[in-house]
């Protein structure tokens, strides 16, 4: 039973390009949770989806960043015109149900390099 | 002020010491406390899960919560080298699904 996968593991990008993180969950979870760890610094909540649906993108920045997490295929994080700021590492989580008390299973991360 | 503070460490214990991790936080909606466990370069993994105030035990680990203080911790007994990682306290209100995290201690344990 596999975990949660992201990929790619490591992405570099110079500025202005755009960066795609993907993220599938776990078997039989349909919520997905992003986060972003900046370095020294703890994890930052940025969207929690459900399949098609955004429920709370409170923590996404209001430019540049989009999620997604269509019927089929993973849940995508996009990042436009990217910056050197954008350098973190993103973690991607599930959980089977939206239920407070159900764990948030954690991704191995996707670690973005902008030049 | 951060809604969570953790101490960054970096501690270092011998095997076998008893260690003690804290967080206080400021957010009185917080109703559920977890603990984290990241070693480098990968994901956090869920250690301990707790609601309320009080504490909880599993293996040599208690997690004890006392939101009177906002104070939570976590204690790792006869610990061991395979326990150097980066702790990490995380919280949650109940009302929404995102978690808000500390900014992790790292710990080394020292066979």
């Known amino acids: 039973n596999a975990g949660v996968m992201q990929n790619p593991r490591h992405l570099v990008r110079r500025r202005g390009q755009e960066a795609r993180l993907r993220c599938s969950p776990m078997k039989g979870h349909s919520h997905v949770y992003w986060y972003r760890q900046l370095p020294e610094e703890g994890l930052k909540f940025m969207v929690y989806l459900q399949k098609e649906n955004i429920i709370d993108e409170s923590g996404m920045p209001k430019e540049r960043f989009s999620a997604e997490f269509p019927k089929e295929g993973p849940s995508i994080l996009r990042i436009q015109q990217v910056v050197r700021g954008d350098s973190a590492a993103y973690f991607c989580a599930s959980s089977s149900t939206g239920v407070v008390t159900d764990t948030q299973y954690f991704g191995p991360g996707t670690r973005l390099t902008v030049l | 002020q951060k809604e969570v503070e953790q101490d960054p460490g970096p501690l270092s214990v011998p095997e076998g010491a008893i260690v003690s991790l804290n967080c206080t936080y400021s957010?009185?909606?917080?109703?559920?406390f977890m603990w984290y466990r990241q070693y480098s370069r990968k994901g956090p993994e869920l250690l301990m899960y707790?609601?309320?105030?009080g504490n909880k035990e599993d293996g040599r680990f208690t997690a004890q919560v006392d939101k009177s203080s906002k104070y939570i911790s976590l204690f790792i007994r006869d610990s061991q080298p395979s326990d150097s990682a980066t702790y990490l306290c995380?919280?949650?209100?109940?009302?929404?699904?995102?978690?808000?995290f500390g900014s992790g201690t790292q710990l080394t344990v020292l066979p």
């Open positions: 957010n009185s909606a917080f109703q559920y």
């Open positions: 995380a919280m949650d209100p109940g009302s929404a699904r995102q978690l808000t």
């Open positions: 707790t609601y309320s105030s």
